[in-house]
């Protein structure tokens, strides 16, 4: 492991003093953007134009990804107060071992993230090399693509594994490509399509009813399910970057704009090429748009940004697992959390990407609604001793019951509301309130309840 | 912690009554003392002297300096949240959620 490993891993294990802050409000913005706009983005505006118009997508990505992220934007607080990374912050509400389960679901979980961006790197890239006429073995989506994000996952892994300084040279790459490739994109929506056009235009797979007219109903709370799972997702990834904050208030709208309304426009811009193409991948889109020289650039482009945000993930991943188990090389740490998001890199599971999404949206969003009460609860004031010492939230054998049971309560709750892989409400209410916000809220109420009973708080 | 312990069972349970008043209202009154000074930074996966050692420091450091201010609502390493930030917030937040209401209707 290299020294500047090292160092970051020691430094992830200390509180981050008020000297060592680097953070402010415009960092936070640049830095959130960079790490937002990617495959998850361009996936779930793509996902959403598949079954609203415009004029109903885009209030749909922009409030089901920024909605969420208001209801627990006070996550933001809870490390930058005391410089601990995010899952120290955990301990009070579920426990010191009730955490390590959070940091299990945490790391298991982004195997899809991981996968999702990998495959829209195989993607492009296997039209790439069709353009270029390519053999069919790397010019097919099967295994062509396959191939790809294998390769597109090996070379995310290596950057990160070569540590933070390539990691940031290849981001601050990244941040330009990403940047002119919307630009460049809207550019050709608005010129070449022209917007009255793409308003005018309807959804090609929204769900019917029996008479095969569009559900509305089920479609905006499918679409909006899926946004908010996005937007909940963020919930695992506030300490790593708000410990380094300089006021708690840059940790606190850098995180909620810069996740939120300002990332979404890639969303938003790829509902728009949904609509226009009939696919959840922009990057068919990029396909059409005609020239050879163009299409090679936006898929270029698209190739480096999805390589570099799996590079963004691997890297805090293999950090919150080596601080929690010290003892694991950092080359294992590096592969424990990435190699078995090979698993699952193919189209099925690319398809999928909105199941992937409502599982997430239960996730975290349960996760989140007992952050926000225990900050309802607690201010967020705490001994720091009792944080960092790992019997200082030790609770009933290392699990505060309250958040457990408020968990598994909304998770029941959500399940009920609606049943990801069967794709049915059992009690009917999905198509009027949703699932993610409302099991966010029977999270938080639970564990204000049950604090308040179990005297814990 | 354990120090409390020792302190009550030692001593309050097997000494005379003023023995046992005076070393519980001792202990009362510097419970937060005995805290700290007894319930040292314990993390079994973490085995690094050195790092436990400048873990225990900048604890110290916090406890000496910040702790008091934090738990009475004050600024932790870093200014607080104001609650301009949260109105702010919630403020754009709710014109969302209004246009996203709107747009739904028409």
Same mark, same amino acid.
């Given at each position: 492991?290299?020294?500047?490993?090292?160092?970051?891993?020691?430094?992830?294990?200390?509180?981050?003093?008020?000297?060592?802050?680097?953070?402010?409000?415009?960092?936070?913005?640049?830095?959130?953007? $960079?790490?937002?706009?990617?495959?998850?983005?361009?996936?779930?505006?793509?996902f959403t134009g598949l079954v609203l118009p415009?004029k109903w997508a885009?209030?749909t990505?922009?409030?089901?990804?920024?909605?969420?992220?208001?209801?627990?934007?006070?996550?933001?607080?809870?490390?930058?107060?005391? *410089?601990?990374?995010?899952?120290?912050?955990?301990?009070?509400?579920?426990?010191?071992? *009730?955490?390590?389960?959070?940091?299990?679901?945490?790391?298991? &979980?982004?195997?899809?993230?991981?996968?999702?961006? &990998?495959?829209?790197?195989?993607?492009?890239? %296997?039209?790439?090399?069709?353009?270029?006429?390519?053999?069919?073995?790397?010019?097919?989506?099967?295994?062509?693509?396959?191939?790809?994000?294998?390769?597109?996952?090996?070379?995310?892994?290596?950057?990160?594994?070569?540590?933070?300084?390539?990691?940031?040279?290849?981001?601050?790459?990244?941040?330009?490509?990403?940047?002119?490739?919307?630009?460049?994109?809207?550019?050709?929506?608005?010129?070449?399509?022209?917007?009255?056009?793409?308003?005018?235009l309807q959804p090609s797979a929204p769900y019917t009813l029996p008479n095969g007219e569009p559900d509305w109903p089920l479609n905006f709370a499918a679409a909006l399910e899926w946004?908010?799972?996005?937007?909940?997702?963020?919930?695992?990834?506030?300490?790593?970057?708000?410990?380094?904050?300089?006021?708690?208030?840059?940790?606190?709208?850098?995180?909620?704009?810069?996740?939120?309304?300002?990332?979404?426009?890639?969303?938003?811009?790829?509902?728009?090429?949904?609509l226009?193409?009939g696919?959840?991948?922009?990057?068919?889109?990029?396909?059409?748009?005609?020239?050879?020289?163009?299409?090679?650039?936006?898929?270029?482009?698209?190739?480096?940004?999805?390589?570099?945000?799996?590079?963004?993930?691997?890297?805090?991943?293999?950090?919150?697992?080596? &601080?929690?188990?010290?003892?694991?090389?950092?080359?294992?740490?590096?592969?424990?959390?990435?190699?078995?998001?090979?698993?699952?890199?193919?189209?099925?599971?690319?398809?999928?990407?909105n199941?992937?999404?409502t599982?997430?949206?239960?996730?975290? *969003?349960?996760?989140?609604?007992?952050?926000?009460?225990?900050?309802?609860?607690?201010?967020?004031?705490?001994?720091?001793?009792?944080?960092?010492? %790992?019997?200082?939230?030790?609770?009933?054998? *290392?699990?505060?019951?309250?958040? $457990?049971?408020?968990?598994?309560?909304?998770?029941?709750? %959500?399940?009920?509301t609606w049943d990801p892989?069967l794709q049915v409400s059992h009690n009917g209410l999905f198509d009027k309130i949703s699932a993610?916000?409302?099991?966010?809220?029977?999270?938080?109420?639970? %564990?204000?309840?049950?604090?308040?009973?179990?005297?814990?708080? | 912690?354990?120090?409390?312990?020792?302190?009550?069972?030692?001593? /309050?349970?097997?000494?005379?009554?003023?023995?046992?008043? @005076?070393?519980?209202?001792?202990?009362?009154?510097?419970?937060?003392?005995?805290?700290?000074?007894?319930?040292?930074?314990?993390?079994?996966?973490?085995?690094?002297?050195?790092?436990?050692?400048?873990?225990?420091? @900048?604890?110290?450091?916090?406890?000496?300096?910040?702790?008091? @201010?934090?738990?009475?609502?004050?600024?932790?390493? /870093?200014?607080?949240?104001?609650? @301009?930030?949260?109105?702010?917030?919630? /403020?754009?937040?709710?014109?969302?959620?209004?246009?996203?209401?709107?747009?739904l209707l028409?």
């Amino acid at each position: 492991m290299s020294k500047e490993v090292e160092k970051e891993v020691y430094f992830n294990l200390l509180p981050t003093k008020d000297k060592e802050r680097v953070w402010g409000f415009w960092d936070f913005l640049a830095v959130q953007i $960079c790490f937002g706009i990617a495959a998850w983005f361009f996936l779930v505006g793509g996902f959403t134009g598949l079954v609203l118009p415009a004029k109903w997508a885009i209030p749909t990505v922009i409030f089901g990804n920024q909605f969420p992220l208001f209801l627990m934007s006070i996550l933001s607080v809870y490390s930058a107060r005391y *410089g601990a990374e995010q899952f120290y912050m955990t301990r009070p509400m579920f426990g010191s071992r *009730g955490t390590d389960i959070w940091i299990l679901i945490y790391i298991v &979980s982004s195997y899809g993230w991981i996968a999702y961006a &990998s495959f829209l790197f195989g993607e492009s890239a %296997y039209k790439f090399a069709a353009m270029l006429k390519l053999p069919e073995i790397i010019a097919s989506e099967v295994p062509g693509a396959i191939i790809w994000a294998f390769i597109a996952t090996i070379i995310g892994m290596y950057i990160a594994y070569k540590g933070p300084t390539i990691l940031k040279w290849f981001m601050r790459l990244s941040a330009i490509f990403l940047i002119a490739v919307l630009l460049g994109f809207i550019y050709y929506l608005i010129a070449v399509t022209g917007l009255e056009k793409i308003f005018a235009l309807q959804p090609s797979a929204p769900y019917t009813l029996p008479n095969g007219e569009p559900d509305w109903p089920l479609n905006f709370a499918a679409a909006l399910e899926w946004n908010v799972g996005l937007g909940f997702s963020w919930a695992f990834w506030y300490g790593q970057y708000t410990r380094l904050a300089k006021t708690e208030s840059a940790a606190y709208h850098g995180t909620l704009w810069g996740w939120g309304v300002l990332a979404a426009t890639a969303g938003v811009f790829s509902a728009l090429t949904a609509l226009i193409v009939g696919s959840f991948d922009p990057t068919d889109w990029i396909v059409k748009l005609g020239t050879f020289e163009t299409s090679l650039i936006g898929l270029l482009l698209m190739a480096i940004a999805n390589i570099t945000s799996v590079a963004a993930l691997v890297y805090p991943l293999s950090i919150t697992l080596r &601080s929690r188990v010290p003892r694991i090389k950092w080359i294992w740490a590096v592969l424990i959390v990435s190699l078995p998001a090979l698993l699952i890199e193919n189209p099925t599971t690319f398809a999928s990407y909105n199941i992937y999404l409502t599982y997430i949206a239960l996730i975290t *969003g349960i996760y989140a609604g007992v952050l926000v009460g225990e900050y309802i609860l607690t201010r967020g004031n705490y001994r720091i001793r009792d944080i960092y010492n %790992y019997k200082g939230f030790w609770y009933t054998k *290392g699990f505060n019951l309250a958040g $457990c049971i408020a968990a598994i309560a909304a998770t029941a709750f %959500y399940l009920w509301t609606w049943d990801p892989v069967l794709q049915v409400s059992h009690n009917g209410l999905f198509d009027k309130i949703s699932a993610g916000i409302p099991s966010f809220f029977v999270a938080m109420i639970l %564990y204000i309840i049950l604090s308040k009973i179990m005297k814990i708080r | 912690m354990p120090g409390c312990y020792i302190l009550l069972k030692g001593k /309050v349970l097997f000494g005379n009554f003023s023995n046992k008043l @005076r070393l519980t209202l001792y202990f009362l009154k510097n419970i937060s003392f005995i805290m700290l000074n007894d319930n040292k930074i314990e993390i079994p996966y973490i085995k690094d002297p050195e790092l436990l050692n400048e873990l225990e420091t @900048r604890i110290k450091e916090f406890e000496n300096h910040i702790q008091e @201010r934090v738990l009475k609502g004050g600024d932790g390493y /870093v200014p607080r949240i104001k609650k @301009r930030d949260l109105i702010i917030a919630a /403020v754009i937040n709710i014109i969302i959620l209004v246009y996203y209401i709107f747009s739904l209707l028409i």
